[in-house]
Nanobody, 122 residues
């Protein structure tokens, strides 16, 4: 059973940067995230639905929400079984709980992390 653990959230001011990390475990040797069909980040602001922020899909293509293009960058480290979300020029509207997500194969249901709070003050 794959498990995801996020880290790196916090309280920052508008214009600041923050880096979130998600580490996957439970895949069993020698599997690693290189075989995952989906991994990335979603977020949920208070009173709003959960929305996509950035994901790697399939062969490595990246999907980014229009609202974060040019500010957020997604990277992965297969050796660490981890992927990071580097966030720059943060805005108050980026505030929310950020969840990492992974889907191992097309037949599996997505797995979610527990979420990490990001608060951007104006």
């Amino acid at each position: 059973q794959v498990q995801l653990v996020e880290s790196g959230g916090g309280l920052v001011q508008a214009g600041d940067s923050l880096r979130l990390s998600c580490v996957a475990s439970g895949m069993g040797f020698p599997e690693n995230i290189g075989s995952f069909v989906l991994m990335g980040w979603y977020r949920q602001a208070p009173g709003k639905q959960r929305e996509l922020v950035a994901t790697f899909v399939g062969g490595g293509a990246t999907n980014l929400a229009d609202s974060v293009k040019g500010r957020f960058f997604l990277s992965r480290d297969n050796a660490r079984n981890a992927w990071d979300l580097q966030m720059h020029s943060l805005k108050p509207e980026d505030t929310g709980v950020y969840y990492c997500i992974a889907q191992v194969t097309p037949r599996d249901s997505p797995v979610w992390g527990q979420g990490t709070q990001v608060t951007v003050s104006s």
